[in-house]
């Protein structure tokens, strides 16, 4: 199989998305053009040629951080129609890229919950998911209560990605336990939560 060519253009973007994300979970966001830019290896020039300023870079990280995850995570669901095992897979990937990707991960925890266009990211597919679940009767909460749902596993799942951090659990443990909790918090019968759970993890292409 041939490797995807990129053009030169987009390899400098994902370079400065890349310096980008590394620095500002360091530093936090009130990082100057000139050091972004310098962290990427371009021109301060330059980088206004993919950025309009350094608010622009972050909502560009902010949405990507979730988006390229969700995507492979919901196109791994084809077939698979139970909202549980769909939500457990879900919350197990997360916790499989924290140990694959610390960057991505520590970017994650200092400000997935503070951003809102992040948040709407992950409620897209996560809200989807326990609609079903409440539609089939395998989850049991109030319509009213679904935005904080939402909060509530992105709160648990990034706690997850903390104890896989911090080298307290693996990711494979923090998958599988976050997953039980957060499907038995929805109204998911215990042995159906640790079945699925543990359950044969999907793969993502």
Same mark, same amino acid.
């Given at each position: 199989? &041939? !490797?995807?060519? =990129?053009?030169?253009?987009?390899?400098?973007?994902?370079?400065?998305?890349?310096?980008?994300?590394?620095? +500002?979970?360091?530093?936090?966001? &009130?990082?100057? =053009?000139?050091?972004?830019?310098?962290?990427?290896? $371009?021109?301060?020039?330059?980088?206004?040629?993919?950025?309009?300023?350094?608010?622009?870079?972050?909502?560009? +990280?902010?949405?990507?951080? %979730?988006?390229?995850?969700?995507?492979?995570?919901?196109?791994?669901?084809?077939?698979?129609?139970?909202?549980?095992?769909?939500? %457990?897979?879900?919350?197990?990937?997360?916790?499989?890229?924290?140990?694959?990707?610390?960057?991505?991960?520590?970017?994650?925890?200092?400000?997935?919950?503070?951003?809102?266009?992040?948040? %709407?990211?992950?409620?897209?597919?996560?809200? /989807?998911?326990?609609?079903?679940?409440?539609?089939?009767? =395998?989850?049991?909460?109030?319509?009213?209560?679904? =935005?904080? $749902?939402?909060?509530? $596993?992105?709160?648990?799942?990034?706690? !997850?990605?903390?104890?896989?951090?911090?080298?307290?659990?693996?990711?494979?443990?923090?998958?599988?336990?976050?997953?039980?909790? $957060?499907? /038995?918090?929805?109204?998911?019968?215990?042995?159906? %939560?640790?079945?699925?759970?543990?359950?044969?993890?999907?793969? +993502?292409?």
């Amino acid at each position: 199989m &041939c !490797a995807i060519q =990129i053009s030169k253009a987009e390899r400098t973007r994902l370079s400065i998305q890349k310096a980008g994300r590394q620095v +500002l979970s360091e530093r936090g966001l &009130c990082v100057p =053009i000139n050091e972004l830019a310098a962290a990427a290896g $371009v021109s301060r020039a330059n980088f206004y040629n993919y950025f309009a300023s350094a608010e622009a870079l972050f909502d560009s +990280l902010i949405v990507d951080a %979730a988006l390229e995850l969700n995507t492979l995570i919901d196109n791994s669901f084809e077939q698979i129609s139970d909202p549980a095992l769909r939500v %457990a897979n879900g919350i197990r990937h997360y916790c499989l890229r924290a140990a694959a990707d610390p960057e991505w991960a520590d970017f994650m925890l200092r400000f997935a919950l503070t951003q809102s266009k992040l948040v %709407a990211v992950m409620e897209k597919s996560l809200l /989807r998911d326990v609609r079903l679940g409440v539609q089939s009767g =395998i989850f049991r909460l109030p319509q009213s209560q679904e =935005i904080m $749902v939402v909060l509530m $596993v992105g709160g648990a799942v990034l706690s !997850a990605i903390s104890a896989v951090r911090m080298g307290l659990l693996s990711a494979e443990q923090a998958g599988q336990q976050t997953a039980e909790l $957060v499907l /038995r918090a929805l109204g998911d019968e215990l042995e159906h %939560a640790q079945e699925i759970s543990r359950a044969t993890l999907t793969t +993502l292409d």
